[in-house]
C-alpha cells in the first residue's frame, strides 16, 4: 500500500536493463539500458559512447506501462530518452508556453493539442494508438442492472445513479484527459448526439441538470487516469469511468488476486477515444527532429504496434492480431468485434465553455479542507509559496485560467496551524469578493511556533460531520514544510475508529523545505491519497493537489 500511492517526490530507482554492448536474437547491436525514475520523471539513457542527444517528451501518465518499448528503442538504437509524465491540463500549459524544455509532445487525445498548442509548433502528429472512455462496473453490478444483456444508454446509467444502485470513481474533467471525454460524451448523450456540439448548446438547463445528476454518482475523483486505477485495485469502489485498457489492466490485476473483475460498458449514445497522438515540438533543432522521427517510426512499425495491442490498446495501423485476441475478453464486456459509436470532439471554444460549466456549475461539489503550515519554519521562502498558492485558488480570475475556479456549490474551509490551531476561516459558494477576503487573512497571517500537522487533520474531520458526505467529493489537504511531533499512531487509531475511514476522506499532503516525506506518506497510505512534491513549484503542486477533488 506505502509504495502504491507514493508521491512524485524526490525519490530514484535505478535498474539496469537489457544487454550490455551485445547483439540480440536478429543480430542487432543493441545497448545497456540505465532506466532513473525521480517522481514524475523517467530518464533512459545509454551506458555507451555512443549514446546520442537526449529526447525529452511531456506524456500521459498512461503512456507510464509502455516504458519497457521506450527502453527497447534506445537500446537499440543507443540512445536516450527523458519522458515526464503530466495531466493534460499541465502538458495543454506547457504548450501554450511554446513547448518550454520539451522536444516532443504525447498526450491521451489530439484536443489537449488543439487548446493547447497556440503557437502552431507541433508538427509531423501521428496517432500511436486508440482507446475508448468506458464505464467498468462490477460484474455482478452490472448483470444485476441488466447491463451484461443488452445494449446501455447514458439514460439507464442516470437512472440507476438516481435509484442509488451505482456510484462510481472518475477523474476530474478539468484535470485528466479521461475525465473530460466521459464528460464530452455525456454532454453529447444528453443533447441527443448532435453532429457537433456549440458553445451555445451548453446553456441547456434540462442538459445541465441531467449532466449534474450523473455526476452526482462519483465518490473519488482523481486528477490520474492510472492512479485512479491504482486507487479502484486498493479499495471497494462499484465501478469507474477510465480507458480501456485500464480496464483491461485492472481486470488483470484482479483475476490474479481473486478478486470480482469488472464488466465494459460502452454507452450506446456514443465513447470519446483517446487517440494518444505523439507529435514533435519544433524548436528548429535538425538532430532532434531526426531522432523523433525514429522514434514515431518505431513505434508505429508493425512488431511494435503488436506489442501495443498485448497491453489492451487498440491500434488503427494494423488489425488487433490472432496472438492478441485473448487480451479483450469478450466475456468482461470487451468485444473489439463490434462496432463503436465515437463522438467527435468539440471545437475549442465549445470544449473551453464545456469545461468552465463543468468546474463551477455541473461537477459534484467540493468540500475542501486546508491545513496550512503556518509554524516558524514557514518564514521566508514557505511563507510567500503558500501564499501565491493559495492566491492561485482564491483569486477567480487567476483560478479560471488553471481551470480551478470555485463552483457555487464548494465548501472550502481553512485551517491555518502550528503546533495548535490558529484560525479557521469558512467560506461557502464561489462568490469572489468573500473569496478574496480569506485570502487577505490567510496572506495577514505570519509565520511562527512548532509544527503539528495531526492536530488540524482531526480538526477537519470532526468539523466534516457537519456536512452531508454524500453532497461532495471531500477531502483534506495539508501543506507543510515541516516535520511534526509524531502522533501517527495516535492519529491512525482515530481515523479508524472515528467513522473517518467509513466516509473515505483523503488526506492528500503538499511536502515543500524540510517536511517529512515519511510522514506524509504514512498518512497518504493510510487515507487512500497522494503526497504532491512541492520544492520546486509549490503553486503547481497544489494546482495538481487540488485536481483530485
Known sequence: MMELFK???????????????????NGERTFTVTAVRDGNTTTLSINNSTQKSLLRIVSGSENRDLEFLLEDFCGKNGTALSISYMGSLDIMQILRQGGGEYDA????????LSLGDTSFKVKHTASVYQTPVVFGIKKSIAGRLGFTAREVSVSDILAAIEAKDLSFCMTSATQSNSGACAYISFLYAFLGNPEMIHADDLDDPALQRSVSELLKGINRSSGSSDWLKDLFLASDYDAMVNYETLIISANRRLREDGREVLYAVYPKEGVAMADSPLGYIDNGDSEKERLFKKLQDYLLSTPVQVNIQKTGRRTGFIPISRENESVFNAGEGIDINKTLSIVKMPGAAAIERALELYQEKLKKPSLTFYCLDFSGSMADAGEAQLKEAMWNLLDQETAKRNLLSAGERDEHVFILFNSGIRQIIRVSGNDPQKLLDAYREIDSTQPGGGTDIYTPIIRSFRLMQNYNAGSYISAIIVMTDGESEDYFEEFSRFYKTSGMEERDIPVFSIMFGAANQDQLDGLASLTRARVFDGKTDLVTAFRNAKGYN
Open 7 to 25: 508521491s512524485g517526490c524526490l525519490y530514484a530507482v535505478l535498474l539496469s536493463l537489457i544487454l550490455s554492448g551485445c547483439t540480440n536474437d
Open 105 to 112: 509532445v504525447w498526450p491521451a487525445n489530439s484536443m489537449w
